[in-house]
């Protein structure tokens, strides 16, 4: 077990992505340890180097070999150049105050027209902006940053009383993901519900969960992956065949690849939660079955009453996962939602 600021985990349970997130987020604090002696690196340790990077790779190739001379601080101005004897004095060479990152930046005169973009509100909110981001470039995350990444890391996994009998169980999985194109802000759930045998033609259903995604990776491949394996986690010892119904062609195809015999990368996209999926498939006593399922679909458009069997237990999931998105801690989501998408700064400087 390792601990981070988010709590312990284990190194070998982990996915490799969600190591790579831990690590890149205290990796800014070692940095900003290394460089404290430096005043315009002052705040590094609350900079979002992500944004940073889209943003510099949104130059032109000239523009980013300059911009990389503000970032790494070899940015000099007259007040450094005294130091090192190439300047006499620091006054600034485009008027007569003493010069600086911060003056050239947002005070020298000669540079006006630079900052005719920024309103009053926001040159005045510069005086109390980190030099990290006012004479670096650096954007900065958002103050919620951390609040919001502990809150999921906090949830805890639902263990589900394991099912008993020997009939066939139909089970219908589903994952929703809330801003899904905004991986910073995105928070996902998942549904499991329990349908009866389509040839009984009675359409009945019984949701078994639908809770918020646990964990620091939120998305919907996730959520849907999550659900499959909570199926089959419920299902570890049934001796009945079980039937797996979910929307996501891309976890049918992966969970027949294992089930044929496939392995899973160590280093794969969501490999803790595939190799325990492939682990319960090696154990189980009978059959385990999993099909795809059109999303989104409304059962009147069904062509035959399997169709709308699928289509109404589908959109049933679907429903309880959406649900679930908001059903714990929402007044905390969606603070901190608000938070996320007002707080992120960056100034071009």
């Not at 002696?37 to 944004?51: K, S, T, V």
Request: hydrophobic share 40%; aromatic share 10%; net charge negative.
């Amino acid at each position: 077990m390792l601990c981070d600021v988010f709590g312990s985990f284990s190194l070998f349970d982990t996915s490799f992505t969600e190591l790579v997130v831990r690590v890149e987020f205290q990796w800014t604090y070692v940095v900003a340890q290394a460089v404290s002696h430096r005043p315009c690196f002052n705040g590094l340790a609350q900079c979002d180097p992500g944004a940073t990077r889209v943003w510099l790779n949104s130059l032109e190739a000239s523009d980013q070999a300059l911009f990389r001379k503000v970032l790494n601080g070899t940015h000099i101005t007259q007040d450094g150049k005294k130091h090192s004897q190439e300047a006499v004095d620091d006054v600034c060479p485009y008027c007569n105050c003493s010069d600086s990152r911060y003056h050239r930046f947002w005070e020298c005169a000669h540079f006006t027209s630079f900052r005719q973009h920024l309103s009053a509100d926001e040159c005045d909110m510069i005086r109390d902006l980190p030099p990290a981001l006012t004479c670096c470039g650096w954007a900065l995350q958002p103050t919620t940053v951390f609040e919001w990444n502990a809150y999921f890391v906090s949830l805890s996994e639902v263990w589900l009383p394991p099912m008993q009998g020997r009939a066939t169980v139909h089970l219908f999985t589903d994952g929703s993901c809330v801003d899904q194109h905004l991986p910073d802000q995105r928070f996902a759930a998942w549904a499991l519900v329990q349908a009866a045998d389509c040839s009984s033609h009675v359409c009945q259903a019984h949701t078994l969960a639908a809770q918020p995604l646990p964990g620091l990776l939120q998305s919907a491949v996730r959520a849907e992956i999550y659900a499959v394996l909570q199926a089959l986690r419920c299902t570890a010892e049934y001796v009945g065949t079980v039937m797996i119904w979910t929307d996501s062609i891309a976890v049918v195809k992966k969970f027949r690849r294992i089930q044929a015999g496939g392995a899973v990368l160590t280093n794969g996209s969501h490999a803790d939660l595939w190799q325990e999926i492939s682990q319960l498939l090696r154990g189980t006593p009978s059959p385990r079955h999993i099909t795809h399922v059109y999303a989104h679909r409304h059962p009147d458009t069904a062509e035959f009453f399997l169709q709308e069997w699928c289509f109404l237990h589908n959109a049933l999931a679907d429903r309880m996962a959406v649900q679930a998105n908001f059903c714990a801690g929402s007044h905390i989501l969606a603070t901190a939602s608000e938070a996320l998408q007002s707080n992120s700064i960056h100034f071009s400087l």
